[in-house]
């Protein structure tokens, strides 16, 4: 049988409210892992309900695997409705149709690159919290914080878009002693990026060379 879950909004005055038991914000978790693709998701999912264009779903798992299927007219995922229905009504089984949907798993593969992105999360803030920071002009983590906030709003397709520029970007540096790419916004909103490759010379010390390395980032044209 199907677990049952309550979502809505029900005091209009302390807005919308999703309630999750612990196996399914397991799968949300794990599946939208990002805190763009989370907060989406609830969000698409709150206007499709207060705008009455659900019928019903069998459990959230199955509306997650509805949600995952579809593309709207923004390039997202979306909760499209069918052609010549006015509410969308998802049934038992979708969920464990789409762990096994070959879309599913080569998109699965394709991300396996984006996790270095996390990584690189990881990293700054092992450094921000043991104070090992090189070449910071915000010390601290009240500073330093909202730097590693910008990382992290990226969504999984676009941390897999960076990560896969500034790999290829390192595997044509060649012989070159350094290259740059410039990776322009996916949407109005996102950010440019500057990714820099430089070869480490020899006989250089590690402090002359990230002065280099920064010297060279801050008065690229």
Not at 33 to 51: G, M
Not at 63 to 92: M, T
Request: proline fraction near 5%.
């Amino acid at each position: 049988m199907p677990r049952p879950f309550m979502i809505g909004q029900i005091d209009p005055g302390k807005g919308f409210v999703h309630v999750l038991d612990d196996t399914t914000l397991d799968v949300l978790l794990g599946t939208l892992d990002t805190v763009k693709d989370f907060v989406e998701y609830l969000s698409r999912k709150q206007r499709l309900i207060t705008a009455g264009k659900l019928g019903y779903a069998t459990s959230e798992e199955d509306l997650l695997a509805y949600y995952l299927r579809q593309f709207g007219s923004d390039g997202w995922r979306a909760f499209a409705r069918p052609k010549g229905a006015n509410v969308i009504c998802i049934d038992e089984g979708l969920w464990l149709g789409y762990q096994r949907h070959p879309q599913r798993l080569a998109r699965l593969q394709a991300d396996k690159m984006s996790y270095l992105w996390d990584g690189l999360i990881e990293r700054f803030n092992k450094h921000i919290l043991n104070d090992t920071q090189y070449e910071t002009t915000a010390p601290g983590v009240a500073q330093s914080e909202p730097f590693v906030r910008f990382l992290a709003r990226e969504h999984r397709t676009r941390r897999r878009l960076l990560t896969n520029a500034f790999v290829e970007l390192y595997e044509r540096l060649g012989t070159q002693s350094w290259k740059v790419r410039i990776i322009e916004p996916s949407s109005p909103r996102d950010p440019y990026y500057l990714f820099l490759a430089m070869r480490h010379p020899y006989g250089v010390s590690s402090q002359d060379y990230r002065q280099a390395r920064r010297h060279c980032l801050e008065e690229y044209p």
